[in-house]
């Protein structure tokens, strides 16, 4: 079975700084998704990237990015000029296709928290 | 569009009771599914459902059951409430019968089971 794994429960990062969030996982499966998703105070849950495991470009959303390193299973995310909106609970997921059958498999979540 | 509406927003249960939480979309989605999200364990798939008549179960099944009669609505029933049971629930969509697009999810229904 697949696993995400999040090793920074917490983060903090200034405002108008950088932070890379860290995401791991463990697949035999050589083609597959990976996908970052935000959930702020509010609760709602908002997707902020994708990335498809055949493209080798890294995928980009404005202020956001990932490095993913196919070899080494590593997904993280890059918040650029992180803002006090960012504050949110983050988190990775991993989906291998399955024929209309996925299941979308989540990482526990890093809370960042972007200070004033 | 409304998107997807989940109902109630909060809930509170006795031990043994059962209850039914109600999931809704208005984007013609095929893919629909049940997540629930504990502190400290992120969020696992409860069940899923590729279009209207076809329901599979997800990491953690036991306790709930589902049905999925129309494209638009997937209702999650608690058959005889337990503590463990306690949760923020959540249901999503998609376009596609695989999650490869972007899951849309509802707003949660927290539950709390005395």
């Known amino acids: 079975a697949q696993t995400v794994t999040q090793s920074q429960p917490e983060m903090s990062v200034q405002e108008a700084e950088t932070v890379t969030l860290s995401c791991t996982y463990d697949?035999?499966?050589?083609?597959?998704?990976l996908f970052w998703y935000k959930q702020p105070p509010s609760r709602q849950m908002i997707l902020v990237i994708r990335?498809?495991?055949?493209?080798?470009q890294n995928a980009t959303e404005n202020r956001f990015s990932v490095n993913f390193q196919k070899a080494a299973k590593s997904f993280s995310l890059k918040i650029s000029d992180s803002q006090l909106g960012d504050t949110a609970m983050y988190f990775c997921?991993?989906?291998?296709?399955?024929?209309?059958?996925?299941?979308?498999?989540f990482g526990k979540g890093t809370k960042l928290t972007v200070n004033p | 569009n409304a998107g997807v509406t989940q109902t109630p927003k909060f809930q509170v249960l006795k031990t043994g009771q059962s209850m039914t939480l109600q999931c809704a979309q208005d984007?013609?989605?095929?893919?629909m599914s049940w997540y629930r999200q504990d502190p400290g364990m992120g969020l696992r798939l409860i069940h899923y459902?590729?279009?209207?008549?076809?329901?599979d179960q997800g990491e953690v099944p036991n306790g709930y059951n589902v049905s999925r009669s129309t494209t638009e609505d997937f209702p999650l029933r608690l058959l005889s409430a337990a503590p463990s049971q306690t949760s923020v629930y959540f249901c999503?969509?998609?376009?596609?019968?695989?999650?490869?697009?972007?899951?849309?999810f509802g707003s949660g229904t927290q539950l709390s089971v005395l």
């Open positions: 999503a969509s998609s376009y596609s019968r695989g999650a490869y697009e972007k899951l849309f």
């Open positions: 697949t035999s499966e050589s083609n597959y998704y």
């Open positions: 990335q498809e495991a055949y493209k080798q």
């Open positions: 997921a991993f989906m291998k296709p399955q024929g209309g059958s996925e299941k979308l498999v």
């Open positions: 984007m013609n989605h095929e893919y």
């Open positions: 459902s590729v279009g209207a008549g076809i329901t």
